[in-house]
């Protein structure tokens, strides 16, 4: 099977803005290779737009190398204008010009093509995207869905290296976004192109996504699918962040990656290999606690939330170091439990993670730099 060749490279990319200096971008090193959909996933302020935008050729790093199509579009030696740079960009307003028709939109980037044929490529884009009828009309003629396709069609008419994506979906009112998304999604995987979308939707990035850049700060904090980036967070920022979560403290006992923590050893949680007496946080999904007799651990739901297709209850569970803890699992509809009922749980570890942050060596008398939290102390020496 062929390797699949990188479409754009970042490499140690850096920006920063002035007065301050800003950091928006921070040693910033990334592949996304040819046909993949990438979703830069993170809070206000983190640093994806910037990305995109660093691509897309409207900013000039500060430090680092950026290629796109094996080209080297900005860095020490070289700077590719962006109309040069073979991307294609879908705004997160569309800018979509009010004056021109669907048709004349959509052939606005078609210059280098004769004009017969840039009317023919517009059809064709636009009848690919269920608009062939719309040519003609302007854009205030149509729906919020359609204008998002007439964005597209204009970036993917002149056959770019890569389309650029900032907030695609957050102008559709909620009836119209998972519609409209999963419409985008199927033309650009049905034509193969690789695709970059910038978002803070975390549903959004999990349901389109082959990969997902957490971005915090400026910096990325983990790359991978959607599948790895839900059930095994590398970070605190990234178990919180994406998803709802429970964290518990916990110490790593060097056994088969298993955790001890103050609701007893849990094992396979420990994927990033840490060191036995490592203090720890461990992640768990709602949905890692799984119902069933016997379970080791066992709690009385506090409260429930009907969700649709479960239910997120809240547990009061003992902890082993006093009082009760709360965490939030998912519950099956089916199974009717109400607040005051007792139940036990067994805890699914594809779904629970050691995470990074918060994490450090247990002091043995070798100068460890900083005080161990109580709760470590306790499970290290209980």
Known sequence: MPTARPVIQ??????????????????????VNEGEIVTLLGPSGCGKTTTLRLMAGFEIPDAGTIRIGGREAAGPRAWLPPEKRGVGMVFQDYALFPHLTVGENVMFGLDALR??????????????????????????????????????????????????????????????RDQVRDEVVGILREAGMTSIFVSHDQRDALAISDRIVVMNRGRVEQ??????????????????????????????QNQNGCVLTDFGSFCRVDRLGMPGGSQVMVAVRPDGFLPAEGGQLRGRILTTTFTGAQVEAEVAIPSALGGDRRLIVHLPPSAGFAPGDEVAFRLDADYASVVRNSCQVLDRGEGASTPVSPVAAALASS
């Open 10 to 31: 970042f490499e140690g990319v850096s920006k920063r803005f002035w007065p301050g200096p800003v950091e928006a971008v921070r040693d910033v090193s990334l592949d």
């Open 115 to 176: 004009r017969g044929d840039r009317k023919d490529r517009a059809r064709d884009v636009l009848r690919v995207l269920d608009l062939g009828s719309h040519f003609n009309r302007y854009p205030h003629e149509l729906s919020g869905g359609q204008q998002q396709r007439v964005a597209l069609a204009r970036a993917i008419a002149p056959r770019p290296v890569v389309v650029l994506m900032d907030e695609p979906f957050s102008n559709l009112d909620a009836h119209l």
């Open 223 to 252: 790359v991978g699918s959607p599948r790895e980036i839900y059930r095994h967070p590398e970070s605190v920022f990234v178990a919180t962040f994406v998803g709802r979560t429970n964290l518990l403290a916990g110490v790593v």
